[in-house]
């Protein structure tokens, strides 16, 4: 059995916020112990504003889920010395990042932090630019099972619902995410298409994502803002995206490139809702930009559906507005 509080304070050195434990079989039945893990995105250099060109939501401008990942791999290697060694690591440990468990429910449950009415989670009360993650250890952890309080740290702050562009947040905790612009950045087809009655007003010219309602929350104040050198974290992509000319003429792949490493360039995030959304932020102000991938869209080697996608959402957008399209 291990202690746990050797684990929090290795997790403290490693740069992860904080780290709770639950123990459980309900969940997995190959592990024992889950740790839940959070890691800061404050970073100095991180605070471009929503309305600049090309906006890329600060969550992901670097890929802070493969630095989580190193950074428990870091934990899970000094849990395993801590043991007589007899299993072999991947059988003492697991990383679960963005997988089938339930981040945030995890983190409630094992007193990481409390939810707030934007539907995320507050971490050591400090608000929420935080990435979760978990590690699943198989191994006992001693330590005194304590009760866990949910604290309301929001109060009678509203600031979060009363600043949704969309109308996502309602009251009560409430969320309707298929009108979330940070959910439908990365959807294709019906999902993104029938809601654009809601998407184009608030759109303006970003690229990926909204934080408007983690950017507003007083309670990030009390997290300290974390110095680096940007380029240095893994999957860096700056905080905006400006495509340079060769994007007018669309290649299968090239988005993708331009993302490499990081959390855009995977695959459960399409190239087509990247061209997509690179069309939608030249929309308003930069027309001629979506006339020219209109037209070099046949000739492109994209799929056929792709092709058929890409065209659609141009002629809806041209319902907004008088792009003229020959
Ligand atoms: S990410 Fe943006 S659109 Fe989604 S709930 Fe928050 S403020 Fe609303
Ligand atoms: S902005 Fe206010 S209501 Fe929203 S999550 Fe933060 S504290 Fe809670």
């Given at each position: ?40 995105y404050n970073y100095n250099w991180n605070n471009e504003s929503e309305s600049a060109f090309g906006y890329i939501a600060r969550y992901t401008t670097a ?66 630019k ?29 600031l979060c619902?009363?600043s949704c562009p ?15 612009l940070q959910?439908?950045s ?16 608030h759109w303006n010219e970003r690229f990926f994502g909204c934080t408007r309602c983690v950017d507003v929350c007083?309670?990030n104040n009390?997290?300290?803002q974390?110095?680096?050198?940007a ?6 992509i700056g905080t905006v995206f400006t ?34 959304n690179?069309?939608l932020m030249n929309?308003k102000n ?41």
């Amino acid at each position: 059995m291990i202690s746990n509080s050797n684990i929090i304070e290795k997790a403290k050195e490693l740069g992860l916020e904080k780290i709770a434990f639950l123990h459980t079989t309900e969940l997995t039945n190959d592990f024992k112990v889950i740790i839940s893990a959070s890691l800061s995105y404050n970073y100095n250099w991180n605070n471009e504003s929503e309305s600049a060109f090309g906006y890329i939501a600060r969550y992901t401008t670097a890929n802070f889920y493969k630095l989580l990942r190193i950074k428990l791999k870091a934990l899970g290697d000094f849990i395993y010395q801590q043991t007589e060694m007899t299993m072999k690591k991947n059988e003492l440990y697991h990383i679960s990042i963005n997988s089938n468990l339930n981040d945030k429910q995890i983190a409630l449950q094992s007193g990481l932090g409390n939810i707030l009415n934007n539907s995320l989670i507050s971490v050591n009360h400090k608000g929420c630019k935080f990435v979760l993650g978990n590690l699943l250890i198989n191994e006992d952890v001693d330590m005194c099972d304590s009760v866990i309080h949910q604290v309301n740290e929001c109060g009678s702050c509203h600031l979060c619902i009363d600043s949704c562009p969309t109308g996502a947040l309602k009251e009560n905790r409430l969320f309707d995410k298929s009108i979330c612009l940070q959910h439908l950045s990365s959807q294709i087809g019906d999902e993104f298409d029938s809601k654009l009655d809601y998407i184009i007003p608030h759109w303006n010219e970003r690229f990926f994502g909204c934080t408007r309602c983690v950017d507003v929350c007083p309670l990030n104040n009390k997290n300290q803002q974390i110095e680096c050198i940007a380029h240095e974290l893994p999957g860096y992509i700056g905080t905006v995206f400006t495509a340079d000319d060769c994007l007018k003429t669309i290649k299968k792949g090239e988005f993708k490139k331009k993302f490499t490493g990081n959390q855009l360039g995977a695959n459960w995030i399409p190239e087509v809702a990247l061209i997509r959304n690179y069309i939608l932020m030249n929309f308003k102000n930069n027309k001629s930009i979506c006339m020219e991938m209109y037209n070099s869209i046949d000739k492109s080697d994209l799929d056929t559906a792709e092709k058929k996608y890409l065209k659609k959402i141009i002629l809806l957008l041209k319902n907004y507005d008088d792009i003229s399209i020959k």
